[in-house]
């Protein structure tokens, strides 16, 4: 009996994904990566592909991705994920490749590997954690944040004269022909739960089927760098991040 046999309604929702290893997390309490790391379990169970994928994760606080969840994982250099997943992709087109990236990883240090990714249509995934902040190294300004946020290099607010604009990196990526699949999901509620985890099967599908590049963008809390209790990193995200970077598809073809 192979594990899609096992799932069932009840196990589904209430049973921790075979795939997650037996491991102490390192996340803070009340971080967003813990629940896309379990989706993303689940998906691949449900999807048959325990066998067949293979994650990319490279610098940030999901740096220790593999320690979590039992695929075959590479570790790439800050920002490089995408171009690495070019090569593993080519070399292996029936796998599902997907890369794991934060915001500072993927719009900043590697914002060339990942537009020049996207833009020639490579068929990976390309799951991006935005929570506004370099969360890992102490809560230093990132490309993503918001004109007014406190940060740990802008203590009195994120200033557009000096520092420039919230960067929308995925509504850039969604311009791009190479690119089949552009969302921003959330996942600080139930409901924003489940239409994350059907963009991310949407996004491991495109990958299977070649059809381009996908993008899922998950807007995140980092309450630790936020300096917030995990509810109230929650309601400032709803109310402050959702107004920057509304949630929903931007490129569905």
């Known amino acids: 009996m192979n594990i899609q046999d096992k799932i069932t309604p009840e196990n589904l929702v209430y049973t921790k994904p075979q795939l997650m290893n037996d491991v102490q997390m390192h996340y803070c309490p009340g971080c967003s990566h813990g629940v896309v790391h379990k ?34 994982w590479q570790e790439a250099a800050h920002g490089r994920a995408p171009a690495l997943a070019t090569a593993i992709k080519r070399l292996n087109p029936d796998k599902m490749v997907f890369t794991y990236q934060g915001d500072g990883d993927l719009a900043a240090i590697g914002t060339a590997e990942t537009i020049h990714a996207c ?31 406190k940060t740990a290099t802008s203590p009195q607010g994120r200033n557009s004269e000096l520092n420039g604009y919230p960067l929308k990196i995925s509504n ?22 489940t239409k994350a985890k059907k963009a ?16 899922v963008e998950i807007v995140s809390t980092c309450n630790t760098g936020w300096k917030m209790s995990p509810d109230a990193a ?20």
Not at 239 to 247: D, G, I, N, S
């Open 39 to 72: 989706l993303i379990a689940e998906v691949i169970e449900e999807m048959g592909l325990e066998e067949s994928t293979i994650g990319v994760a490279p610098v940030g606080c999901a740096v220790f991705a593999y320690k979590f969840i039992d695929i075959d």
């Open 119 to 149: 833009n020639r249509g490579e068929n990976i995934v390309i799951v991006f954690i935005n929570n506004g902040i370099y969360g890992m190294t102490g809560g230093q300004m990132a490309p993503t944040t918001l004109l007014g946020m």
């Open 172 to 193: 850039l990526l969604a311009l791009l022909d190479g690119t089949c699949y552009v969302t921003r999901q959330a996942v600080h509620t139930m409901a924003s739960v």
């Open 200 to 215: 991310l099967r949407k996004a491991f599908q495109n990958s299977l089927d070649r059809k381009g590049t996908s993008v």
């Open 234 to 253: 929650n309601k400032w995200m709803a109310e402050h991040m959702f107004a920057e970077y509304p949630l929903g598809d931007l490129k569905n073809i």
